[in-house]
């Protein structure tokens, strides 16, 4: 479904992404495992065209997105959940949502969608005339979801959900994401520093150092591989 081949990106002179070959099929969750500064978010930029690669090339369905504009990748069905949640604070949560299918077409489903949305974030529903910014750290990361489900996605790109917050609501979070991938059927790229969570999510894994993918296995070899458990999960 989507396959960087051979990616390079860089900031000016900075190379932040080397040689980079990532392969996600549809229906799967795959995360990106690595620590701060390693070119997580980089790969996500690069995916939304946000910071087009200066070299290799990214397929999603078989055709190039190397030279498309972020809001027609949307518009094919990427869509990503930025780190640190920008969902818009002087917004309602509803006005949020409708944010978040303003590319959308087939404006009768888009009721239909938030009612989805509501049923899988009970909270979401019961904040829906709340200003995006009086929400919790918890909601509005559910809201940067919700927001980014309203495009109806084939790939999810998420940044981070677990930053910042109780593992209690990280929990829920990451049960949701399952949810929306069996449900949904939504494929999913997770990123994440919590790699303990992320594995146990996911179905394959990367591993991301200074910009080089260096190991790619299934979940559950990356959280018995003691390099990954030594580095990454502090056991
Ligand atoms: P974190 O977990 O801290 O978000 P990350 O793995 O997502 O880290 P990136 O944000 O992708 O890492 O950064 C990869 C490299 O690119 C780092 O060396 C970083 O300093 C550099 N970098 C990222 N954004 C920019 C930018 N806007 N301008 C210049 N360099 C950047």
Redesign the pocket.
């Known amino acids: 479904m989507l396959n960087l081949s051979n990616v390079n990106t860089f900031?000016?002179n900075?190379h932040?992404?080397k040689d980079v070959n990532i392969e996600i099929s549809q229906g799967e969750i795959i995360t990106l495992i690595?620590?701060?500064?390693?070119?997580?978010?980089?790969?996500l930029?690069s995916i939304s065209g946000i910071?087009p690669p200066r070299s290799g090339e990214i397929f999603f369905m078989g055709k190039s997105i190397n030279s498309i504009s972020p809001d027609k990748i949307v518009a094919l069905g990427i869509s990503q959940v930025p780190?640190g949640r920008r969902i818009f604070p002087y917004l309602t949560v509803i006005e949020n949502l409708d944010m978040g299918a303003f590319l959308r077409k087939d404006k009768d489903r888009i009721k239909k969608d938030m009612e989805y949305i509501f049923d899988l974030f009970p909270i979401i529903s019961k904040r829906r005339n709340q200003l995006g910014g009086t929400l919790s750290g918890g909601e509005q990361q559910m809201l940067a979801i919700s927001r980014a489900l309203m495009a109806r996605p084939l790939i999810l790109l998420l940044?981070?959900p677990s930053l910042g917050l109780a593992p209690l609501i990280v929990k829920q979070i990451f049960d949701i994401i399952k949810k929306i991938n069996i449900e949904n059927k939504t494929t999913i790229f997770l990123?994440e520093?919590n790699a303990n969570l992320a594995l146990k999510t996911a179905h394959r894994g990367y591993v991301?150092e200074n910009?080089c993918i260096t190991i790619s296995d299934t979940a559950d070899n990356l959280l018995r591989n003691e390099a990954v458990k030594k580095a990454y999960i502090g056991l």
């Open positions: 900031y000016g900075i932040a992404l690595g620590s701060n500064g390693a070119g997580k978010t980089t790969i930029m910071v780190e940044d981070e990123v520093q991301i910009g």
